[in-house]
C-alpha cells in the first residue's frame, strides 16, 4: 500500500506559476511509475505528466507538454509537478499516482486505470 498526500494548490494568475507536492509513503529511489492527473468538473482524469523514478526520465501529455514538469526529491520522497505559463483551462483538481514498476515513462503510461494508488487531490484555481 502506498500513500500519497499532495500539497501546493492554490490559486494562480494566467501566466504565472504554481509548484504541487505528493509525499509519498514509500521510497522514491525506487522504481515506480508515478503521475499527476487533473479532473475537469463532470470530466474523467486525464494523464498529464508521469516519471519513471528509476532514472527520472518524464513523458507528458501533449496539452502540457514544455508548460509543466515533473520531477521527484528522493530525499524527502516527494513528487513534484511545475505549472508554468498558467492558462485559466489549467483550473482542475490535481492528483498524483503510483502504479507498479513498468518501464519508462512511455510504458507507464498516462491512463488511471494503471495507477493503483491515489492521493485526495489539490485544487488548481486560475484567472485570466
Known amino acids: 500500500q502506498v500513500k500519497l498526500v499532495e500539497s501546493g494548490g492554490g490559486s494562480g494568475q494566467a501566466g504565472g506559476s504554481l509548484r504541487l507536492s505528493c509525499a509519498a509513503s514509500?521510497?522514491?529511489?525506487?522504481?515506480?511509475?508515478m503521475a499527476w492527473f487533473r479532473q475537469f468538473p463532470g470530466k474523467e482524469r486525464e494523464g498529464v505528466g508521469v516519471?519513471?523514478?528509476?532514472?527520472?526520465?518524464?513523458w507528458y501529455a501533449d496539452s502540457v507538454k514544455g508548460r509543466f514538469t515533473v520531477s521527484q526529491d528522493n530525499a524527502n520522497n516527494t513528487l513534484y509537478l511545475q505549472l508554468n505559463s498558467l492558462k485559466p483551462d489549467d483550473t482542475a483538481m490535481y492528483y498524483c499516482?503510483?502504479?507498479?514498476?513498468?518501464?519508462?515513462?512511455?510504458?507507464?503510461?498516462?491512463?488511471?486505470?494503471?495507477?493503483?494508488?491515489w492521493g485526495q487531490g489539490t485544487q488548481v484555481a486560475v484567472s485570466s
Open positions: 516519471i519513471w523514478t528509476a532514472d527520472r526520465s518524464t
Open positions: 499516482a503510483a502504479g507498479p514498476p513498468a518501464g519508462p515513462p512511455q510504458m507507464c503510461g498516462l491512463r488511471s486505470a494503471s495507477y493503483p494508488f
Open positions: 514509500t521510497a522514491t529511489s525506487h522504481a515506480y511509475c
